[in-house]
């Protein structure tokens, strides 16, 4: 079972995903935690579908940079340079971004 982040298509079906194991999750989580990063919030429960609007996402990007520069994990990092890229297509779109437990 995943966390899959996604951008879903016109049809409904996710388009583009990047997805997100319990382990490393919890890496994220703990990591945006001790930095004040509360954007991550949104996808704290693993088992529950979380949606963030178009108009939230530069918010999210901003906190995706600062965790990138912050953590030491080579994971993490890999990660959010994905996520990071997938919200930059998502805006490209004019879509928002899902986080859908799978």
Request: net charge negative; glycine share 8%; aromatic share 6%.
């Amino acid at each position: 079972m995943s966390l899959d982040f996604a951008v879903l298509g016109q049809n409904g079906s996710p388009e583009r995903t990047v997805s997100l194991g319990v382990d490393l999750h919890h890496q994220l989580l703990t990591a945006a935690a001790a930095g004040g990063l509360t954007r991550f919030q949104d996808f704290a429960d693993y088992y529950r579908d979380a949606e963030v609007s178009i108009d939230d996402l530069p918010d999210l990007v901003e906190q995706i940079r600062a965790l990138h520069d912050k953590t030491g994990s080579a994971e993490l990092q890999r990660f959010l340079d994905d996520l990071g890229g997938l919200i930059t297509y998502a805006v490209n779109q004019r879509r928002a971004l899902h986080a859908i437990a799978d």
